[in-house]
């Protein structure tokens, strides 16, 4: 027995137990199931059940084993006459209301109220009065819908709102009989979090509208694997019926999501079965064979002086690993870009060496966010570091002028990041920075190089998190997609690696570093770049300057364009293949941490789909080049011979319980550079406002649009700004605003202003604008430092 463990027994056997534990989880863990309906493991406890009632030696009464922690020489017994009496009645007084409409219930066939009935019920009741009714079901909110007749005032959903996602919009109303869960007048169930109380509740009280009346639990296979709704690598059971995916739930891993999903990841799978797939290869808008698509695109590359890439940071590592080997061994080319200028430089995030992970923000003196607001872009991130501060007595620092929902919890915001410094944060304890592009009108360098300063001035106390948004652009990075690194986050420079791929790769590759993804569109532009591919990347959209990313597609004499669905970009396609998408194809993903995952199949591709490793490698080998990466399996074989980080990503790491936490990859040989003086900050025209410009967790983007249910929670094309520049511009919420930029310099970048509806703000920083992207409106240029001119349209 060690110092943190205590001998206790339950139902006479004498086991080892965590000191300080609760007896319902220490009973568990030793094989002892005492049945429960609102104790979880990851809320507090309440005990307002009964149901875990047991009897303790030296204790009065019986006692409910979620609320009593263990201690040495504790004797339980969960099984004497007096528990089965109290469960027995505790059962049969929830039935008294609860419907028996298990049969069109989508909780019948995995509900705890009816395993729990079936194992420690009476057996018959003696109930014979009328049941109540209510009008059923209630819109609790888009996408949770209410039966109140089937609550049992458990409150895991009150409590999972409150306390793990803090949004206390629902709560228990009226009283006795008629005690049920309602919202709150004018303050409907908008959480980011919703989804979560659905999965909790133990009874069907609350059921997802997606799923509702969908499915029946022995119609449906699941699959465990990761979401790719953000970078964040959240582990679910991705549930299919018919060959449609039909719900995603969380899978609890302490070192990653806690099981907890935002509702984005949750509800993400419909655009799998969304009608407007891409099912056939086209070219120039006709429909094609696999074999002409691949025959077009290799005489293209064959002929080609230049060949360049973007995309590949929604692809898995391998097929990351096959577009970085294909452009470097068979285009002879070292631009490629997996990052739409719109993230951190490539080799800051490979030079990381002690990164920070989840676990490391939980035991953090303090947390320093320089980054997006993390509940909109990264949402189980921000619940992980909302947890620690409120849990765990982490102290927060916000840095660098973007609004966040974890303001309120701040020991200190400083307005820029200059205003932040090693002084400030706590002299003792470990410190995570958190460190991210903010807004598009953010320099990336400028962020970087505060970064490295304020490391380097806290020595070893420090561990930086570089965060990236889209969903595998750690892995990509690591696979090689940047323009002056190799897989395994070395720079084209190293001759190390160098020999070590050409042992494996067999061919002849460039050396010199390439160019990033808005160099490779000036180029194109100019007309230097003769084939460019775009793989799951929508530049006419998601780039900064559209006017240029549109400019580079149309003086492109070949573009081939891989994706799941038309897009602004794909109408420059003179090649266009349909892609394999989330839920569709096997292979591995690496979050922010360094933590690769699984990602597993649950579907088939409809049409002729197929993964992008596959396109690459036919390519490849009509060029004659011997490319290998013939299977998932074999691709991450190959990393791990050539990608020294990767060495322990063998497939019976990444299976079984312990493979779901994933396996974390070790640094590369790369180092921060200190960044020595920080050049000194702009200064705010007079009367102009500073811009930041976003992400949203809902937006029209390609994928949640697709999504029903989540296409309807887009704001729409606002513009938030706080409610003392609003009155100084004489603006009222929901009246239209006219944006245009400030002084003579960036007139040019827009063709006209931009218009959008205002929404006055108190959480917007007074001097700024926050513009959410990807709204549905026409996409304007986002340059860095912009400032724009703000009056009313009317």
Request: with cysteine.
């Amino acid at each position: 027995m060690t110092a943190e463990s205590v001998s206790i027994t339950i139902d006479g056997r004498e086991v080892q137990a965590r000191a300080g534990e609760l007896l319902i989880a220490e009973a568990e863990r030793n094989g002892v199931y005492i049945p429960r309906f609102c104790w979880h493991p990851r809320l507090r406890s309440v005990a307002m059940c009964r149901m875990c009632l047991v009897e303790i030696e030296g204790m009065r009464g019986l006692q409910p084993a979620c609320y009593v922690p263990v201690k040495e020489g504790m004797e339980v017994r969960t099984q004497t006459d007096a528990v089965r009496k109290v469960q027995e009645g505790v059962l049969e007084y929830l039935l008294i209301n609860h419907p028996l409409d298990c049969p069109v219930c989508d909780r019948g066939g995995e509900c705890p109220l009816q395993d729990h009935t079936l194992a420690f019920g009476p057996g018959e009741s003696r109930f014979v009065e009328d049941k109540r009714h209510f009008e059923k079901p209630i819109e609790v909110s888009e996408l949770v819908l209410l039966d109140r007749e089937r609550c049992i005032q458990c409150a895991r959903c009150t409590r999972v709102a409150a306390e793990v996602a803090g949004d206390a919009l629902i709560d228990f109303g009226s009283r006795g009989n008629n005690l049920h869960i309602i919202t709150f007048p004018d303050e409907p169930f908008a959480s980011y979090f919703s989804g979560n109380t659905v999965q909790v509740c133990p009874v069907g009280a609350l059921t997802a509208a997606p799923y509702r009346f969908r499915a029946r639990p022995w119609d449906v296979t699941a699959v465990e694997t990761t979401c790719l709704a953000c970078s964040v690598g959240c582990r679910g059971a991705l549930y299919e019926t018919r060959n449609e995916a039909i719900r995603l739930l969380g899978v609890d891993v302490d070192c990653v999501n806690l099981g907890w999903l935002c509702d984005k990841g949750r509800f993400g799978y419909e655009f799998t079965a969304a009608e407007d797939r891409l099912e056939c290869p086209r070219m120039d808008g006709e429909d094609i064979t696999w074999g002409e698509a691949i025959e077009a695109t290799a005489i293209a590359v064959e002929s080609a002086a230049s060949v360049a890439a973007i995309g590949g940071a929604r692809l898995t590592n391998e097929g990351a690993y096959a577009l970085s080997k294909f452009m470097r061994v068979v285009a002879g080319s070292n631009d490629v870009d997996c990052q739409l200028d719109d993230g951190l430089p490539a080799r800051f995030v490979a030079a990381v060496q002690d990164r920070a992970t989840f676990e490391d923000i939980d035991t953090a003196a303090a947390v320093v966010l320089a980054a997006p607001d993390l509940k909109e872009e990264l949402p189980v991130l921000y619940l992980r570091v909302r947890r620690a501060v409120l849990d765990h007595g982490t102290a927060l620092y916000v840095a660098g002028g973007a609004q966040t929902g974890l303001d309120r919890f701040a020991a200190r915001i400083a307005g820029r990041l200059e205003d932040l410094d090693a002084a400030d944060l706590p002299a003792d304890g470990d410190i995570v920075v958190v460190v991210g592009r903010q807004s598009l009108t953010q320099d990336p360098e400028h962020l970087v190089a505060w970064a490295s300063v304020l490391a380097e001035r806290l020595g070893g106390r420090v561990k930086l998190l570089p965060v990236l948004r889209r969903a595998n652009a750690h892995g990509a990075i690591d696979m090689g997609l940047a323009p002056d690194l190799r897989p395994g986050r070395v720079g084209t420079e190293d001759p190390t690696a160098r020999d070590v791929l050409a042992a494996t790769w067999r061919g002849e590759f460039p050396t010199e570093p390439g160019r990033g993804t808005r160099e490779i569109l000036e180029a194109a532009a100019a007309g230097e770049i003769d084939v460019l591919f775009l793989v799951g990347a929508d530049p006419v959209a998601d780039f900064p300057d559209p006017d240029l990313a549109r400019e580079a597609l149309d003086r492109t004499p070949n573009v081939i364009v891989s994706d799941l669905f038309e897009t602004p970009t794909t109408a420059f396609a003179d090649v266009l293949v349909p892609a394999a998408g989330w839920g569709e194809i096997n292979g591995t993903v690496t979050n922010v941490e360094g933590r690769v995952q699984r990602l597993a199949a649950a579907v088939v591709p409809p049409g002729q789909a197929a993964s992008d490793s596959n396109f690459f490698r036919e390519v490849a080998e009509r060029l004659g080049v011997d490319f290998g990466c013939g299977t998932p399996a074999a691709t991450l074989a190959e990393i791990r011979r050539v990608v020294p980080a990767y060495a322990e990503t063998q497939p019976s790491a990444l299976r079984g319980t312990e493979g779901k936490k994933g396996v974390m990859v070790g640094p590369g040989p790369l180092a921060v550079e200190a960044a020595g003086v920080l050049p000194a900050p702009s200064e705010t025209r007079d009367g102009a406002l500073a811009v930041r410009a976003a992400r949203t967790l809902y937006d029209m983007g390609t994928l949640v649009s697709r999504c029903p249910s989540l296409a309807q929670l887009a704001p729409g094309p606002v513009v938030r700004v706080n409610p003392a520049d609003a009155q100084r511009l004489g603006l009222q919420d929901g009246t239209e605003a006219v944006l245009r930029p400030a002084g003579d310099g960036e007139a040019a970048t827009w063709a006209e202003p931009l218009r959008r509806r205002v929404v006055v703000d108190a959480g917007t920083h007074e001097g700024t604008v926050f513009v959410p992207l990807n709204q549905g409106d026409v996409p304007v240029a986002w340059p860095p430092g912009l400032e724009v001119d703000v009056e009313g349209a009317g």
